[in-house]
């Protein structure tokens, strides 16, 4: 059985984070999908609107998820790969190379990392984006 992980912040659940779930999932057997806390997502980017909790939630009940794992780390080690049996990581390309490196230097050190397109034209700062347009 071929695992596979990836973390999200997984904030307004919108499509797009499910075609990038269903992306990941036709990778392996079992996706497993790790949710990063709301402390370490705002120490990255901004803090999230939904609660981990909330966010946890909404990808639970997403049809190409198989297990969630609340407050994942930002960056993990092979220690993390190990307890999970993880077998492929994965995240969008929305990062630069040096971002890849920098966050997933285990996984692509040890070969196992990849990397899945976005899907274009929607994202949770389009949404809020749209909000702040449209209705402030």
């Known amino acids: 059985m071929i695992r596979v992980y990836t973390d999200m912040v997984a904030d307004l659940f919108h499509y797009g984070h499910v075609e990038f779930l ?3 999932r036709a990778l392996g057997d079992y996706l497993l999908v790790g949710i990063c806390g709301d402390d370490v997502v705002a120490a990255h980017k901004k803090r999230p609107i939904l609660t981990m909790e909330e966010r946890v939630a909404s990808i639970a ?7 969630v794992i609340p407050n994942a780390p930002w960056i993990f080690d092979p220690a ?13 390309d929305d990062y630069s190379q040096e971002q890849f490196e ?14 899945i397109p976005y899907t274009k034209g929607i994202s949770t700062s389009e949404i809020i984006r749209r909000i702040r347009e449209r209705h402030l």
């Open 61 to 67: 009940k997403c049809r190409y998820v198989d297990e």
């Open 102 to 115: 920098y966050y997933y230097k285990v996984p692509i050190e040890m070969g196992i990392f990849r990397s």
């Open 80 to 92: 993390w790969i190990e307890l999970h049996k993880i077998h492929i990581v994965v995240h969008g």
């Open 22 to 24: 269903k992306k990941a």
